[in-house]
């Protein structure tokens, strides 16, 4: 039940754009973007509900495509503090619990 | 505001030794879930407590225990540890069911 991401890991110059992809082999009932910097703990980034708007937050945006189950995350106009790692959580139906599965990560590394 | 705050933060064990790992979430929520991450296999789910109740549980052995009191505090515990279990074991507190998480800094095991 653990999503797929890709790519595994990606290195862009600061300015550069970056999409983050989360796919599942389930109908998925939410996604949800957390970011790890080396050493420090997940941080929440959003959270995408099935019928949902795309969310944005700044310069970092994400879309849910039910059809083909499966989440993206764009990164435009990347700056060095976006380094880190990616993790995409999903849900596959409405627990009402936070039980999310979370794929391997996708490691992000932003250079001058 | 206080984050979610994990002891100890490194531990040793040997193999056959056992381990409980305590969590204190942000005053106020009532979910508490553990996640297991090796670098191999990310995040993964370990169990879910809500008002002192297990509502989930992932897909480990018996071994890996957890409980939570009335003031929201949970611990873990893990039985006849194996190096396998040498991981970061990482707490998060939501205020709401499927909601954000809020990871603290996670216990690092290392079983010898």
């Known amino acids: 039940q653990q999503p797929v991401q890709s790519p595994q890991a990606v290195i862009l110059r600061e300015g550069e754009d970056a999409v983050i992809n989360c796919s599942s082999s389930?109908?998925?009932?939410?996604v949800h973007w957390y970011r790890q910097k080396h050493g420090e703990a997940p941080v929440f980034l959003m959270i995408?509900?099935?019928?949902?708007e795309q969310k944005g937050h700044e310069k970092i945006s994400a879309s849910f495509n039910e059809k083909k189950q499966q989440s993206s995350l764009y990164l435009t106009a990347s700056q060095l503090s976006y380094s880190g790692t990616y993790f995409c959580g999903t849900e596959y139906r409405q627990t009402g619990a936070n039980n999310l599965f979370f794929g391997t990560g996708t490691r992000l590394t932003v250079i001058p | 505001k206080a984050g979610v705050t994990q002891t100890p933060r490194y531990l040793i064990k040997t193999r056959g030794q056992q381990v409980t790992l305590s969590c204190s979430p942000i005053s106020g929520h009532r979910s508490v879930s553990w996640y297991q991450q090796t670098p191999g296999q990310g995040l993964q789910f370990l169990f879910e407590y809500f008002s002192e109740t297990q509502r989930n549980k992932g897909n480990f052995p018996g071994r890996f225990s957890g409980r939570q009191f009335s003031n929201s505090r949970s611990e873990m515990n893990v039985s006849t540890l194996e190096l396998g279990d040498s991981a970061l074991y990482l707490c998060a507190s939501s205020l709401l069911t499927s909601g954000e998480l809020f990871f603290g800094e996670g216990s690092r095991l290392t079983v010898l």
């Open positions: 389930k109908a998925l009932y939410s």
């Open positions: 995408l509900l099935k019928g949902g």
